[in-house]
């Protein structure tokens, strides 16, 4: 249970007078908030100005509107069902003090700004998207969370699907407002009592299940490429390979990996998505294609021509990758056209493909799920999926041996 008070500070300002604060205490954790008041020691007395300030009437009918607000705050939270950080009090105590309502747009442009500062330009940019998006459909009304409601979300979905949205890209999308909405009611900008998402369910919009991962025989096709023939599909070939044998690395931590990441015989990175730190033995094919890259002897620290110079902003790197990775894609699909392989590669099919055919070759699933550095073996489940139908496939055809 949290408690407020209102206290004064025992060091003194510039002035004489000591600054008063509202001050909150949650599981032994304190918070103190200024509220823009101050007064001499003598003026003082604990709680409440004295009687001996000339304004002490309206001085503590104020201090009294200001304990008013902290306690509605904390109402607000216990409605809600939240268990709010003293954080997250400060935040909504002082837009009460705003006297504001926070609309839909304002708070999803600060929350865009909070994940820049916080170098999560990926996520911001889905956001700012997502918002460009829905704004549009919305015909730039503003609105405030309560209008979000399930039907307002129906006709998004219908507004996406006239437009060719896949069922994919639809789900990204409502999944990033569901996330601001969960935001908004952490943070007191919106009330539980009206979320939209207990109605409307992300969870209809599952796509097909396509294969994403390459059997062992059209890896071997993608491998055999002849770069003789194509040369421009070198660094497209090199980098999914890496990808692979490097237990499906993603984009984005080859785009970043460095030289001085490489070192007696091992490759050393930390995965952006989750932190982990790898440390894995190189093997030959990647070997060959880190002293092919050596071997340009570019002046740049990074393994792989994907940034080119050091010192780009947080949201230059965003540009250059989504830029290149739409390259490699691209070529990626030209590669599978040449080879005979019917299936539609992107960057994320390397890291399937290193899971199944992993899994093809006996290895056990807690292994894979080990190496790939899974939360749990549920995501590396979801990885082996096709793998698992095929088996089945495969079993079911025996009927025919009757």
Request: glycine share 4%; net charge positive.
């Amino acid at each position: 249970m949290a408690s407020i008070k209102i206290i004064q500070k025992s060091k003194a300002l510039s002035s004489g007078e000591y600054p008063i604060y509202l001050q909150i205490i949650k599981y032994g954790k304190v918070k103190r908030i200024s509220l823009n008041l101050s007064c001499l020691k003598d003026e003082w007395d604990g709680n409440e100005f004295k009687r001996n300030h000339p304004n002490y009437i309206k001085r503590n009918r104020l201090l009294n509107k200001f304990k008013e607000r902290a306690y509605a705050v904390i109402d607000e939270f216990a409605v809600n069902g939240i268990d709010f950080t003293l954080s997250e009090f400060e935040n909504k105590f002082r837009n009460k003090r705003k006297g504001n309502v926070t609309t839909v747009l304002e708070f999803w442009n600060e929350r865009i700004n909070d994940l820049k500062k916080s170098h999560k330009t990926g996520n911001a940019r889905a956001y700012k998207d997502v918002k460009n998006s829905f704004f549009k459909f919305n015909k730039n009304k503003n609105i405030l969370f309560r209008d979000i409601t399930p039907k307002l979300l129906d006709k998004y979905e219908v507004y996406l699907r006239n437009r060719k949205n896949t069922d994919g890209g639809i789900s990204l999308k409502m999944r990033t407002i569901r996330a601001l909405y969960n935001y908004a009611i952490k943070m007191g900008e919106a009330n539980a009592q009206n979320y939209p998402f207990r109605a409307y369910k992300i969870s209809k919009l599952k796509g097909k299940n396509v294969k994403r991962a390459l059997t062992v025989s059209e890896f071997k096709k993608f491998e055999a490429l002849d770069l003789n023939k194509y040369p421009h599909l070198t660094d497209t070939k090199y980098m999914f390979l890496f990808s692979f044998y490097l237990r499906g690395i993603n984009y984005v931590d080859m785009m970043k990996l460095e030289w001085k990441n490489i070192e007696d015989g091992k490759v050393y990175y930390k995965r952006s998505k989750t932190g982990k730190i790898f440390i894995i033995k190189i093997l030959e094919p990647v070997q060959k294609i880190l002293d092919y890259y050596k071997a340009q002897n570019r002046d740049t620290p990074y393994v792989f021509p994907i940034l080119g110079k050091v010192g780009l902003e947080p949201m230059q790197i965003e540009y250059r990758k989504d830029k290149m990775l739409k390259v490699f894609n691209r070529e990626l699909k030209e590669i599978a056209s040449i080879q005979g392989i019917n299936k539609n590669i992107t960057s994320y099919v390397a890291r399937h493909s290193y899971a199944t055919i992993m899994k093809y070759k006996g290895i056990r699933t807690d292994v894979i799920s080990e190496s790939m550095g899974h939360a749990n073996l549920d995501v590396t489940n979801s990885y082996l999926k096709e793998f698992e139908n095929d088996i089945i496939d495969d079993a079911n055809e025996k009927l025919l041996d009757l």
